[in-house]
């Protein structure tokens, strides 16, 4: 497609429930990050695809959140039991390329609102 | 790991004045150092970038500076108008690495 696209765009839950949500990066580009950010604060990394090698979870911030990139592209974050620190507007962006020379272009976000 | 400092968190200017934010990273190894500015409820974007072998890139009334020595990199705004207020962020990225660091943001007001 032409841009990042992100679904929901807004997700209302209710603590303990579990969420997808779901990115598609720019066709062609091989390199899909997650990204979280929370009110008024930076850009919190979370996790990095790269066409078929491991992902890098280093910023995943508990094993309730994971994610999964399918057929290298579409990519769906997957928080489970939900609490009220994980709202926070999610960001995917996706790039042509690794390393020294990568251009993120971001998605909309999806805001989610955990009750 | 990759560390970026962003400095100022808020900034006011007045319009048609000059806005500097700076930032500092840890990694010697770092080359590319991208600006993203992010409008009120949209995404970030990218401004400007500069790569380890230049000192300077210019676009219109944006420029950016790195300083490899001092391992720290400015974002400079002339001439300043209301649609440039917005945060700002910084980030660095190492040839090892693969994923970008980003400053904590400056929250930039042009004010009229």
């Known amino acids: 497609g032409a841009g990042v696209s992100q679904s929901p765009s807004n997700k209302v839950t209710e603590k303990g429930k579990d969420v997808e949500l779901r990115c598609d990066p720019i066709?062609?580009?091989?390199?899909l990050y997650w990204y979280r950010q929370s009110l008024g604060q930076g850009l919190e990394f979370l996790i990095y695809?790269?066409?078929?090698?491991?992902?890098?979870k280093s910023g995943l911030p508990s094993d309730r959140f994971s994610a999964e990139r399918t057929g290298g592209s579409v990519s769906t974050l997957t928080i489970q039991r939900t609490q009220q620190e994980d709202s926070a507007v999610y960001l995917c962006a996706s790039s042509p390329t690794w390393g020294g020379a990568n251009v993120l272009t971001f998605g909309a976000g999806s805001r989610l609102t955990v009750l | 790991g990759e560390n970026v400092e962003q400095h100022p968190s808020t900034l006011s200017v007045q319009e048609g004045d000059s806005a500097v934010i700076k930032c500092t990273y840890s990694d010697s190894a770092s080359n590319y150092f991208p600006w993203y500015k992010q409008e009120l409820g949209k995404r970030p974007q990218l401004i400007i970038d500069?790569?380890?072998?230049?000192g300077e890139k210019k676009d219109q009334r944006i420029a950016v500076t790195l300083n490899k020595t001092a391992k720290h990199f400015s974002l400079h705004i002339t001439e300043t108008q209301p649609e440039d207020s917005a945060v700002y962020f910084c980030?660095?990225?190492?040839?090892?690495?693969?994923?970008?660091?980003f400053g904590s943001g400056t929250q930039l007001t042009v004010l009229p």
């Open positions: 980030a660095a990225i190492s040839g090892s690495a693969r994923q970008l660091t």
């Open positions: 500069i790569r380890s072998n230049v």
């Open positions: 695809f790269q066409g078929n090698s491991a992902p890098d």
């Open positions: 066709s062609g580009h091989t390199a």
